[in-house]
């Protein structure tokens, strides 16, 4: 894939067109007044029927598992469809990214990480229950991994834990960051089985919980230096009863590791058309006022120091598109990306928007420094992506582990 096709470009226009009825008006409660996003997402999900043609694959896919392993299903092979739904799916991103990556993160932790750890390692009726209301926006999901004394090592000094009470869990520990958290009607709880085994040789367990069990607390959202149109909070879990159909995948045994690994892939892939979205609209407003800005007699478009950051942005904006296209290509030849290249991936995608980011801010002088020119909401929103999902030095070594065990094993 060279270029956006006919098609792409049509959507995008239609994306356009949502922004500039629905979002724009709305963005400067959202961005800084602390209106939550979730009217303005649940308007974009009717608009462009993203909950009923997700809801009818959920449907599907649950056929497909009631009929079993059957001869004439074919293995995942090459699909024109699954690549042209990345593709939209990159285009609304990148769309709503240039307005407000905080509304997108907010989206997309619900759709994407919420009921896609139902969705891949829960059981068919944990699927029929919880899925349909977070793809359609009527409920709102977080995913809760990170704690007060375990990010980046998540699973080594995770605290929170699960114990077995006859069919029933007490659940307790507490959650940091959790985007979606003071809001969340739907919240995937990471945790550690505490069975006896000494605290190391614990095993991953996750569940499915709803924000009014008793012994669940929300905290109001953390202030935050940037991503203001996605509420950010903690949870606290005292003694939180539930029943086992709450254990994703109803086992113990199915390792919520290997699921929680599943996700961080599925976000690092997403924060190449994230990035691209800030890359495009950093560049897209520094060409234009440029242009516009006279200083010493002449556009500052016309000093040298000044296009080499328009360059520079160019050769940003040239990569990460590829790097999307690539994606899109991958899910065209029925391809998954794997965690090494979704971490080079971001790693890349987050440095490279900061890097435009700033520039962008420096090329507007004192007025890059002002909320009213959006570069300053950019420069902001920008930060958080070399920070999520993993950050930048955790990508390094994801990316540098993979390749010395791929050397070791040739
Ligand atoms: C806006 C926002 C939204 C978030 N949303 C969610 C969410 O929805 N759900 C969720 O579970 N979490 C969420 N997080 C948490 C996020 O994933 C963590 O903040 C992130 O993984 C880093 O963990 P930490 O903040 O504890 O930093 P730490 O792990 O304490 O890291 C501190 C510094 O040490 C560095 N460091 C740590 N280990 C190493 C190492 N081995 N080698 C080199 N350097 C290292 C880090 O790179 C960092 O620079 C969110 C965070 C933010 C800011």
Same mark, same amino acid.
């Given at each position: 894939?060279?270029e ?13 067109r949502? *922004? ?5 008006p ?9 209106? /939550?996003p ?8 009717? &608009?462009?029927?993203?909950?009923e ?10 056929? +497909? ?5 059957? /001869?004439e299903l ?45 969705m891949?390692?829960?059981?068919p ?17 977080a ?5 007060p004394?375990?990010g980046?090592?998540a699973f080594?000094s ?12 007490i ?7 959790i ?7 739907? *919240? ?29 607390t ?7 230096m940037?991503?203001?149109?996605? /509420? ?5 879990? $005292?003694?939180?009863?539930? /029943?086992?159909?709450?254990? #994703?995948g109803?086992?113990?045994e ?7 690994k $599943? ?24 060409? $234009?006022?440029?242009?516009?800005? #006279? ?5 500052i ?8 950051k ?6 940003? +904006? ?7 296209? +690539?994606? *899109?290509?991958? %899910? ?5 990306? $794997? ?9 890349? &995608?987050?440095? #490279? ?18 909320a009213?020119?959006r ?6 929103d920008?930060?958080v992506?070399?920070?999520?999902a993993g ?7 994801? *990316? %540098? ?5 791929? +050397?070791?094993?040739?």
């Open positions: 894939m060279i956006w096709s006919e098609t792409h470009l049509a959507f995008r226009d239609m994306v356009r949502f *922004i500039e009825a629905e979002i724009k709305k963005l400067e409660a959202i961005e800084h007044e602390g209106e /939550p979730y009217d303005v997402l649940r308007k974009m999900t009717k &608009s462009f029927g993203l909950g043609l997700a809801i009818a694959e959920l449907r599907h896919s649950l056929e +497909r598992e009631k009929r079993g392993p059957s /001869p074919k293995p995942r092979g090459p699909s024109p469809e699954a690549a042209e739904r990345v593709a939209l799916q990159a285009v609304l991103v990148t769309e709503l990214c240039r307005y407000s990556l905080g509304i997108i993160t907010a989206w997309g932790v619900s759709v994407g990480l919420t009921a896609g750890a139902i891949s390692r829960g059981t009726a944990q699927k029929e229950r919880f899925v349909p209301d977070l793809l359609s926006m009527q409920k709102i999901g995913w809760a991994i990170t704690e004394d375990s980046s090592d080594g995770m605290k929170s834990s699960a114990r077995r009470d006859g069919d029933h869990y659940l307790n520990g507490s959650k940091t960051f985007t979606n958290g003071p809001y969340a009607d739907t *919240i995937i709880f990471i945790c550690k089985l505490d069975d006896g085994r000494a605290p190391a040789e614990r095993r991953v367990v996750s569940f499915i919980l709803d924000r009014d069990m008793p012994g669940l929300a905290s109001k959202p953390l202030r935050k940037g991503l203001h149109g996605s /509420p950010t909070g903690q949870l606290f879990l $005292d003694d939180v009863r539930v /029943p086992r159909d709450r254990l #994703v109803e086992t113990e199915a390792p919520a590791s290997s699921g929680a $599943d996700t961080f892939t599925a976000e690092r892939t997403g924060v190449a058309a994230m990035a691209l979205g800030i890359i495009e609209e950093c560049q897209t407003l520094s060409l $234009d006022y440029s242009q516009r800005r #006279v200083q010493f007699g002449r556009p478009s016309q000093f040298q120091l000044i296009q080499l328009l360059a520079n942005m160019e050769v940003a +904006r040239m990569n990460v598109q590829n790097l999307v296209f +690539r994606q *899109i290509e991958l %899910a065209a030849a029925g391809r998954r990306i $794997d965690i090494a290249e979704a971490s080079a991936c971001k790693l890349y &995608s987050a440095q #490279v928007a900061m890097q435009c980011a700033l520039e962008a801010v420096q090329l507007f002088g004192g007025n890059g420094y002002m009213e020119y570069v300053e909401q950019l420069c902001r920008a930060k992506l070399q920070i999520y950050t930048d030095e955790i990508q390094v070594s994801q *990316i %540098a582990r993979s390749l010395l065990a791929r +050397r070791a094993i040739s």
